[in-house]
């Protein structure tokens, strides 16, 4: 099925250090959503975005509805390990479509 | 409020065998969507209910099944299994069904392993 594209797979970062990662897409969505999941845990929802352009923040996380409705970021200023885990985008096209995943961005945080 | 509980948390079964998953939404949450998540394919999704009808469905084998009672709690059922079965099923809840502007909340999963 239809996936986002998110990058990167993958970061190895300093504690303290800002992180950014992206979703993108061909197609257009409505509604942006970012998760967060850790280890055997079910994801948790970040950020909710429902409107192209809005930027919305929840404490150190930051994320933005692209202008053409095709990406998505997510920012994480001064890290700490606790950010651990895997982050995910998730975009909603409306109507009777399905939520659509990106593959995860996996967060190591270094102390 | 209760977040969406799910049960088993684990289960180990064989091949062949028949399985059954359960999912407790949100209070007054009245959509229920299942996926399978695995290392290789991330998120799949396998199908949503909403009052106690199958809404939208995946790409998965009819070995995957499900259904959605009055009180909007919900079960999916998986019959002889298979080795690449074995993953953590997640179900989400959300209060409508497929409004853009209506969020999913996910349960912790069930942890299938199949052997």
């Known amino acids: 099925g239809q996936q986002l594209n998110q990058s990167p797979q993958s970061m190895f970062i300093q504690e303290g250090e800002d992180v950014s990662m992206n979703c993108t897409s061909s197609?257009?969505?409505?509604?942006w959503l970012w998760y967060k999941q850790d280890p055997g845990e079910g994801p948790v929802l970040l950020i909710a975005l429902y409107k192209a352009g809005e930027l919305t923040s929840n404490g150190r996380l930051t994320a933005q509805f692209g202008i053409t409705r095709k990406d998505s970021f997510l920012n994480i200023s001064a890290s700490i390990p606790s950010d651990v885990g895997i982050y995910f985008c998730?975009?909603?096209?409306?109507?009777?479509?399905?939520?659509?995943f990106g593959k995860g961005t996996k967060l190591t945080v270094n102390p | 409020k209760a977040g969406v509980t799910q049960t088993p948390r684990y289960l180990i079964k064989t091949r062949g065998q028949q399985v059954t998953l359960s999912c407790s939404p949100i209070?007054?949450?009245?959509?229920v969507s299942w996926y399978q998540q695995t290392p290789g394919q991330g998120l799949q999704f396998l199908f949503e209910?909403?009052?106690?009808?199958?809404?939208n469905k995946g790409n998965f084998p009819g070995r995957f099944s499900g259904r959605q009672f009055s009180n909007s709690r919900s079960e999916m059922n998986v019959s002889t299994l298979e080795l690449g079965d074995s993953a953590l099923y997640l179900c989400?809840?959300?209060?409508?069904?497929?409004?853009?502007?209506?969020?999913?909340?996910f349960g912790p999963g069930t942890r299938l392993t199949v052997l």
């Open positions: 197609s257009i969505f409505n509604t």
């Open positions: 209910y909403f009052s106690e009808t199958q809404r």
């Open positions: 989400a809840s959300s209060l409508a069904f497929r409004s853009d502007t209506d969020t999913q909340y």
């Open positions: 998730a975009g909603h096209k409306g109507g009777s479509e399905k939520l659509v």
């Open positions: 209070s007054g949450h009245r959509s």
